[in-house]
């Protein structure tokens, strides 16, 4: 237990007689270390609302921050640390935030003090503490939700398929492979080579800095399955490092086509295709 | 127990696989099919597997089978419209559909067939095309 | 709840016939759809139960499968347990290697399946049958 439920009472008088005082000094304390970054009246507006619900939160006998009468003050909690990582700011001044009232409430206890004041002040600075680790929990949260929200629309980005010329697509491949890039990479050339019915794709690896046996093994699968579907993959860009690799780790590709550039590939199915149709040309006038 | 349909289209037998087949109905299809290339004298083969959701190991042995019937029996079979999923799902088991041909579309799947079938004219045509064959 | 699926319990398909085969492929893929697998580990899934189920027909003398869908917290997933008491399989690790069979088949059925899922767990004893389980997780 954080405090008692008569120090919870005193709590809830303590910030409630002093409300104005207490919201003044609070904010002031803050807003120097948010430099401008979140508006004065802004901040105004958070220190009002948490100061509110701190207070309805005591006066119900909050004795934990975890506690059923915590609910409203662990919402308004989240809510200032998702908007401050949104936000771009650090996870100590997201804290600081919280953590500033405890300077105010020593600076209010010191004018009155009695033999309770030290006892009261560790109390109230224990939730307090639960509310900035609460504070700092929910900023990692939203964090990392970000990163994962970012990662996928890198995945989304960053893989590109596009029709290069009639029957053909290529996918420039660009920055570090991972296992499960390659797996998007996979299936969304597959999925354009039937969406464009075209029976060539090329594979140009000009942008990736290293291949190792898994980003290989992804890559052969990728051309295997292709060919399962009636399709044909040209693999392009190939750097000298790259080729070096893939012989020392005795990767095997078979009868896999290589180029040494894109326009080398395309040309490869050029005239792939262009002699094709030439000799059926031909064919047809005899 | 369901029927898979075989259609004659010119000289193409086509077998569109509609249905979640039990494999019972796999081995019906095998062997109506052979019945139907000797009986039509078709000379190709094209089975639209599109709407397939899987292709286990019996399935794809299955489209082996009738691969090779077929190439005993004179004629080209090309397999068509596996889903990029299916295809993921059948390199990660290990099948690799050997001595099968296979297109993305119909369309594709039967020029192939006419290439193939151009190919042996042009080789038992005679002396002088498969002369300017070869230099081109 | 979803209808006809119910989430929580899980649901037992016999396997006694050709038919109950195509029968798992199909609960297996309204569980695995249930679950939100992508559809790559759907085919997968479906691909496996597919294999197993053929393999508890086949060898095991007929069984059953137990389609339930999981969680363990962090990621939900859908597991198929196959169960047969038929002769068992004498030597696991022969079993589960690539191209061997006894059934006149291609012998990829109970190696490939393993490939296709994430957990994958074999309970056999020779003369009592033989228990698979196998888990596939969403990405």
Request: with cysteine; glycine share 8%.
């Amino acid at each position: 237990m954080a405090l008692s439920a008569e120090e919870s009472g005193r709590l809830a008088r303590l910030l409630s007689e002093h409300a104005d005082r207490l919201t003044q000094r609070w904010t002031e304390r803050v807003g120097a270390s948010l430099r401008g970054r979140l508006s004065q009246a802004e901040f105004a507006r958070q220190v009002q609302e948490l100061h509110r619900s701190m207070i309805d939160a005591t006066r119900n006998g909050l004795t934990e921050l975890s506690a059923e009468q915590g609910g409203e003050l662990r919402a308004v909690l989240a809510e200032l640390s998702r908007g401050r990582a949104r936000q771009g700011f650090t996870a100590t001044e997201t804290a600081i935030s919280v953590f500033a009232v405890k300077d105010v409430l020593l600076e209010l206890m010191e004018e009155s003090p009695d033999a309770g004041t030290l006892r009261d002040f560790v109390a109230f600075s224990a939730l307090i503490d639960q509310m900035g680790l609460f504070t700092f929990e929910s900023f990692v949260r939203t964090r990392e939700s970000l990163i994962a929200d970012q990662a996928e629309q890198l995945l989304e980005l960053s893989t590109p398929v596009v029709k290069i010329w009639e029957g053909v697509v290529a996918v420039p491949l660009v920055g570090t492979l991972d296992s499960a890039r390659a797996q998007v990479v996979m299936e969304r050339l597959l999925q354009t080579l039937v969406d464009t019915g075209s029976p060539y794709a090329i594979i140009d690896i000009t942008g990736v800095p290293a291949v190792d046996t898994q980003v290989a093994q992804h890559i052969l699968k990728t051309v295997v399955a292709a060919r399962l579907m009636g399709a044909d993959c040209i693999i392009s860009g190939i750097r000298p490092q790259i080729a070096q690799t893939i012989v020392a780790l005795g990767i095997e590709f078979g009868d896999i086509a290589t180029k040494a550039s894109l326009a080398d590939a395309l040309r490869h199915v050029l005239r792939l295709t262009g002699v094709d149709s030439a000799r059926r040309h031909q064919r047809r006038e005899s | 127990m369901e029927r898979v349909p075989v259609l004659k289209i010119g000289d193409i037998l086509l077998v569109s696989i509609q249905v979640d087949m039990s494999d019972q109905t796999a081995v019906t299809l095998q062997e109506d099919l052979a019945e139907r290339i000797v009986a039509t004298g078709c000379h190709g083969v094209i089975i639209d597997i599109t709407a397939l959701d899987i292709v286990d190991s019996f399935v794809g042995r299955m489209l082996s089978t009738i691969a090779s019937i077929s190439r005993v029996l004179d004629a080209e079979t090309v397999v068509v419209g596996m889903r990029p999923a299916v295809a993921i799902t059948l390199v990660e088991l290990g099948l690799s559909l050997n001595g099968i041909r296979t297109a993305l579309n119909v369309e594709r799947g039967m020029e192939l067939i006419a290439a193939a079938r151009a190919d042996e004219w042009v080789l038992t045509d005679g002396d002088e095309d498969a002369e300017t064959t070869a230099t081109t | 709840m979803t209808a006809g699926v119910d989430l929580g319990a899980p649901q037992i398909q016999a396997i006694r016939s050709d038919d109950d085969v195509v029968r798992v492929r199909q609960l297996v893929r309204t569980v695995a759809v249930a679950a939100k697998l992508s559809l790559v580990d759907q085919t997968k899934l479906v691909t496996a139960a597919s294999e197993l189920a053929r393999n508890t027909l086949i060898y095991g003398g007929g069984g059953s499968a137990e389609v339930a869908s999981v969680d363990d917290g962090r990621r939900r997933g859908v597991r198929i347990v196959f169960a047969d008491s038929g002769p068992g399989i004498p030597d696991l690790d022969l079993a589960l290697t690539d191209g061997y069979t006894t059934g006149g088949g291609l012998g990829l059925g109970l190696s490939g399946a393993r490939r296709l899922v994430d957990d994958f767990d074999v309970v056999t004893a020779v003369g009592e049958g033989t228990r698979i389980t196998i888990t596939k997780w969403s990405r």
